[in-house]
């Protein structure tokens, strides 16, 4: 198994309120990806990063932000989490270069906004 | 521009017989493709991957595909059905070897009927 660790695996967060999920990696892996699962839609992109404090959004990045201080963390926060981002978050990594093709994923955090 | 259509949100199958999941794309480039497998409250897992070898592509736990650029497809089998094939089967595709971002189709839901 790819060394990701996504925390926490699950939270209960009220409207509103501020929060923060981790994904740490050990592969030293230059790509890291946040994703949203949601039934009916597959995995959406929220934002992705290519290094240290490169990063940049993807198709449903809107109430969220990321940051990437160093190679193996990469923190997804929800700035004021509403019941549409209610969901599950997985975390993916992939190397670059030629013959590293796939990403890897965590695995997930469910998160539930009242 | 990359996209992927699964047809068949849910595909139910009897244990020993074929199954066939359907995957179509859309790239603007030489695409990379994926299935990807997931278990009930767990990550992705790489099945396998088309990355312009052999056009028919072996995974893990019997399945295959083939890679059909005339048809834009990149159709999941696998021969008998297990019942511990039962799980939700994603195909991505990716912007061949010069993409590191990925594009998720909306998922296949297998359930095997003993």
């Not at chain 1, 990063?49 to 990469?74: A, H, L, M, N, Q």
């Not at chain 2, 048809?71 to 511990?84: D, G, I, N, Q, V």
Request: aromatic share 12%; proline share 4%.
């Amino acid at each position: 198994d790819a060394g990701i660790t996504q925390s926490p695996r699950h939270k209960v967060t009220e409207t509103g309120t501020p929060v923060t999920l981790r994904c740490h990696q050990t592969e030293n892996h230059r790509y890291m990806y946040w994703y949203r699962q949601d039934p009916g839609h597959g995995l959406r992109l929220i934002h992705y990063s290519y290094g240290v404090k490169d990063t940049d959004k993807g198709e449903v990045s809107d109430g969220y932000s990321v940051s990437r201080s160093k190679t193996e963390d990469f923190l997804l926060t929800l700035e004021s989490a509403t019941s549409s981002q209610t969901s599950v978050y997985f975390c993916a990594i992939k190397e670059s270069g030629q013959g590293n093709t796939e990403a890897f994923f965590g695995q997930g955090t469910r998160l539930t906004v009242v | 521009a990359q996209s992927v259509t699964q047809l068949g949100s849910h595909v139910s199958v009897s244990e020993g017989a074929l199954v066939l999941l359907r995957c179509n794309y859309s790239s603007s480039v030489p695409p990379y493709l994926f299935w990807y497998v997931q278990y009930p409250n767990q990550g992705l897992q790489l099945l396998l991957k088309y990355t312009s070898a052999a056009t028919l592509v072996k995974g893990i736990n019997g399945f295959e595909a083939e890679f059909k650029k005339s048809e834009t497809s990149f159709h999941l089998t696998k021969p008998s059905a297990h019942m511990s094939d039962a799980a939700e089967y994603f195909c991505a595709v990716s912007e061949g070897n010069t993409g590191n971002q990925f594009y998720f189709g909306t998922g296949t839901s297998l359930t095997v009927i003993p």
